[in-house]
């Protein structure tokens, strides 16, 4: 029997996966060989292509509880997309707390 009282919120999981699915794509064109400001490093870290996430993820590391703090703070929408993406990509946005 299939249980109709879900506990997760689909719908906005679905949102965030094909936002995440349109950064990849911006990504692509944009053909960039390194990343050199903390926003570029948050939308990598978002990214499906591992590699990409890896290193947004490591760029980010260190400033998780200065600069990013700060500026999340500052985009609460993008800390909910985070947490919505992390559901589904693991490897995306590692540097968001619990």
Not at 16 to 43: K, Q
Not at 61 to 82: H, K, N
């Amino acid at each position: 029997m299939i249980d109709l009282n879900l506990k997760r919120d689909f719908g906005r999981e679905l949102v965030a996966l094909a936002i995440a699915e349109l950064n990849d794509g911006a990504m692509e064109l944009l053909r960039e060989d390194c990343i050199s400001c903390l926003e570029a490093a948050v939308f990598y870290s978002f990214s499906g292509h591992k590699a990409w996430a890896k290193a947004g993820n490591r760029w980010l590391t260190p400033f998780v509880d200065t600069w990013l703090a700060d500026w999340l703070r500052q985009r609460p929408v993008i800390e909910e997309f985070a947490r919505l993406l992390r559901v589904l990509r693991p490897s995306a946005a590692t540097w968001l707390r619990a």
